[in-house]
């Protein structure tokens, strides 16, 4: 949200799998989308063959860029025309890409590097947020050019076993819990089981209260959540 207040230009979030990198990404996404100052979209790359062509033409039509151009020559101003205007407007462009570790072609990232080339004194005219897996970072040194216009990166780690825990009670909260459903020794098997993968906690939990329910039991204890780990082959053996 701060790099697309201030027009930063290129952001790029990693994460290992399951630590919530769409569930941030969407929640920015509304954020966005509540503020009319901001026309914001978000494009999920599903697998590595994407051409730089289509993501630029991809780009302008969610920019708002009606019947863009399949010539790169005449798309690039089209672009630039459209951005400049939004920022006449007092708007602000911000494209979110998802998965954006399937993105390998250099030539994509070269088209990056020209699209943070955009710009008017003290801002960028679009913000680029990349979101992927670790290997994403690997991908962009292969262009350094646009390595060294990355404006903010950062990486979401798991959670610790407090903060998993207090995410556990919050959740049920939410949910409209009236007591404490986990004992506390499950709450800790739940981190050591999960590491504290959110996506994994958030799996163990849900299969956890069905199997209490179904056992007609009133609070989530350790059995539970060994039998339920282990039918998600998460026991060592």
């Given at each position: ?44 790359m ?24 399949e ?77 060294q216009?990355i ?20 959740r049920?909260k ?5 007591k ?43 059995p ?14």
């Open positions: 949200m701060y790099a697309a207040e201030t027009m930063k230009g290129l952001v790029v979030m990693t994460g290992d799998i399951g630590t919530g990198k769409t569930t941030l990404a969407r929640m920015a996404l509304e954020k966005l989308g509540s503020d009319d100052r901001f026309v914001e979209s978000m494009i999920v599903v697998h590595t063959e994407i051409s730089a062509s289509w993501l630029l033409h991809r780009i302008a039509v969610q920019i708002g860029i009606e019947n863009p151009s010539a790169k020559e005449t798309l690039i101003p089209q672009l630039y025309s459209r951005l400049i205007n939004l920022h006449d407007q007092g708007k602000k462009a911000v494209v979110i890409i998802d998965e954006a570790n399937m993105i390998t072609r250099k030539e994509v990232f070269e088209e990056f590097r020209g699209l943070m080339n955009l710009e008017v004194p003290g801002s960028k005219l679009i913000t680029l947020v990349l979101i992927g897996m670790p290997e994403l970072e690997e991908n962009i040194k292969t262009d350094p050019p646009l390595q216009r404006a903010i990166k950062f990486a979401l780690k798991k959670l610790d076993r407090g903060t998993s825990i207090a995410y556990i009670k919050y049920m939410v949910a409209g819990a009236q404490e459903i986990f004992s506390d020794a499950a709450l800790e098997n739940i981190y050591d089981f999960s590491g504290g993968t959110p996506r994994l906690i958030n799996t163990i939990c849900d299969n956890a209260l069905l199997e209490s329910f179904l056992m007609k039991r009133e609070k989530v204890d350790v539970v959540i060994i039998s339920v780990a282990s039918d998600l082959g998460l026991v060592k053996i």
